[in-house]
């Protein structure tokens, strides 16, 4: 009976309940920075640049064993339909400080110490998992800054809309109200690997469930996958080799 009422859910935008928003990156799309992405789902449009790694000032923030990793993330006024006022809040504290730890276990910043690798994360349109578009983005700055990684880092969040299963939530569903509700679940994952290094749960989920939303998720991460990689891929081809 469940299985039955589970395939008879349907999402407000038609997708399956595993199927993800159209998505679109490019790398270098910011030729000051020294290394720079944009990553899309659907109408969430995130970029980010990456500055450094280069001294950091003042020198008691210094670190002699390896870079800081400094994120600084921020949804801009215009990016939802309520103008969101501008600068920094608690909640752009907070995602900025888990993008940090979402994407320095696949960092080797041992190469650079007393410095600092800057990225700023912005984003320019927002319809729910902007700090997962975020990371996504700013993991392929990252790369094409040259910055040493283990692989790429993949971010996405499964949701549950009262007893469902679903990736990649749009804003409708996050405000979902009936049954049980909504429930928004962010992951980051290390390519190519088990490793999650973010999982930021929003709201309520049984124990029971998570084995099927890391499938769910590592599904989605291959797909995210792919995309940044032919991202990388194009920048090279289109400029032989060169940012
Ligand atoms: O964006 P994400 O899902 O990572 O984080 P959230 O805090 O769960 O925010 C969900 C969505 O709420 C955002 O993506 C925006 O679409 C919207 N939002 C908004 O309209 N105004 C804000 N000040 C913050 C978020």
């Known amino acids: 009976m469940a299985k039955e009422k589970e395939s008879s859910f349907k999402r407000s935008d038609g997708r399956k309940l595993n199927e993800m928003r159209p998505m679109i990156a490019?790398?270098?799309?910011?030729?000051?920075?020294?290394?720079?992405?944009?990553?899309?789902?659907?109408?969430?449009?995130?970029?980010?640049?990456?500055?450094?790694p280069?001294?950091?000032?003042?020198?008691?923030?210094?670190?002699?064993?390896?870079?800081v990793l400094r994120?600084?993330?921020?949804?801009?006024?215009?990016?939802?339909?309520?103008?969101?006022?501008?600068?920094?809040?608690?909640?752009?504290?907070?995602?900025?400080?888990?993008?940090?730890?979402?994407?320095?276990?696949?960092?080797?910043?041992?190469?650079?110490?007393n410095t600092v690798v800057d990225v700023q994360i912005y984003i320019l349109q927002a319809d729910a998992g902007t700090r997962t578009a975020?990371?996504?983005?700013?993991?392929?700055?990252?790369?094409?800054?040259?910055?040493?990684?283990?692989?790429?880092i993949c971010s996405v969040a499964v949701g549950k809309l009262d007893k469902n299963l679903v990736v990649d939530l749009t804003k409708e569903e996050e405000d979902f109200e009936e049954g049980e509700g909504a429930t928004d679940f962010a992951m980051a994952k290390i390519a190519n690997s088990?490793?999650?290094?973010?999982?930021?749960?929003?709201?309520?989920?049984?124990?029971?469930?998570?084995?099927?939303?890391?499938?769910?998720?590592?599904?989605?991460?291959?797909?995210i996958y792919e995309v940044q990689k032919k991202a990388l891929k194009d920048v090279v081809e289109s400029n032989g080799g060169k940012k």
């Open 26 to 52: 490019k790398v270098g799309i910011i030729p000051n920075a020294d290394g720079s992405a944009m990553f899309t789902f659907g109408n969430t449009i995130a970029i980010a640049a990456v500055y450094g």
């Open 54 to 67: 280069r001294k950091l000032h003042p020198q008691h923030m210094q670190n002699p064993q390896k870079a």
């Open 71 to 113: 994120c600084n993330y921020d949804l801009l006024s215009f990016s939802v339909s309520d103008r969101k006022k501008p600068g920094p809040s608690r909640r752009s504290q907070e995602i900025s400080k888990v993008t940090e730890w979402a994407l320095s276990p696949a960092l080797d910043l041992n190469s650079f110490p």
């Open 134 to 152: 975020g990371i996504n983005a700013a993991s392929l700055a990252l790369a094409h800054a040259g910055i040493p990684m283990r692989d790429l």
């Open 194 to 223: 088990d490793e999650f290094t973010l999982m930021q749960l929003d709201g309520k989920i049984q124990p029971e469930v998570i084995n099927e939303v890391t499938k769910l998720a590592t599904e989605a991460c291959k797909q």
